[in-house]
């Protein structure tokens, strides 16, 4: 079946430096979302990409999909404590009502 | 924007009784809802797709007798984890698809003694 790997599981930063996580799918995505998951708290919807090669940004935040739409990475650039938490992301085959298949997550812990 | 609600956000039961769990689509019509389970330090994981008016489609490896999901409506799916074991304490999350979007509810915290 279709599987999401995400990598690393684990990133412990320093506040100010960047941090990166990566997603790669057995299988060509038709989109893939990302989502933040703070301590205690549920997925909050961050961004959906879909076209090849896509990149979007928000604000420190910079999004990728790759040209075969099987990749895809989050950078944030200059970290703040605010960032902490578990990012996910979730891969969908179809449209609306398509199920999404998560990675594994990567947890962002930072020293201020 | 879209908003889906859940309910309880957190409940504690008995080993062997059921629970009942409610998500909601306040201000859109759903018809798909996602139930997710997610353990500690874990991913999400899918449990089921649910479909307004018809049964519930399961994820291999989930019990389809224990874990009841019903979508009378278009805006509320209903699931009820039966006979409650203490392997059954999860976070319970459930999303509501609109258009080409999904949306998540804030998560039921279940802790079975």
């Known amino acids: 079946g279709q599987q999401v790997m995400q990598i690393p599981q684990y990133q412990h930063v320093q506040e100010g430096e960047d941090f990166t996580t990566y997603c790669n799918s057995s299988?060509?995505?038709?989109?893939i979302q990302w989502y933040k998951q703070r301590p205690g708290g549920h997925p909050v919807f961050l961004i959906q990409l879909v076209k090849s090669g896509e990149v979007k940004k928000q604000k420190r935040l910079t999004f990728q999909f790759g040209e075969a739409k099987k990749n895809s990475s989050l950078h944030i650039t200059a970290t703040q404590t605010t960032d902490v938490g578990t990012y996910f992301c979730a891969g969908q085959k179809g449209q609306g009502a398509q199920k999404l298949v998560f990675g594994q997550g990567t947890r962002l812990t930072i020293n201020p | 924007g879209a908003v889906v609600s859940q309910h309880p956000s957190r409940v504690i039961c008995k080993s062997g009784t059921s629970v009942k769990i409610e998500c909601r689509s306040l201000d859109f019509q759903a018809t798909t809802m996602f139930w997710y389970r997610q353990f500690p330090k874990q991913s999400l994981m899918l449990m089921a797709t649910s479909n307004e008016g018809s049964k519930a489609t399961y994820e291999q490896g989930v019990e389809k007798d224990k874990f009841l999901i019903n979508h009378a409506s278009l805006t509320l799916s209903t699931l009820t984890v039966t006979s409650a074991h203490p392997e059954d304490s999860s976070f319970y999350i459930c999303?509501?698809?609109?258009?080409?979007?999904?949306?998540f509810g804030p998560g039921t915290r279940l802790t079975v003694t």
């Open positions: 299988t060509t995505l038709s989109n």
């Open positions: 999303s509501a698809s609109s258009g080409a979007s999904q949306y």
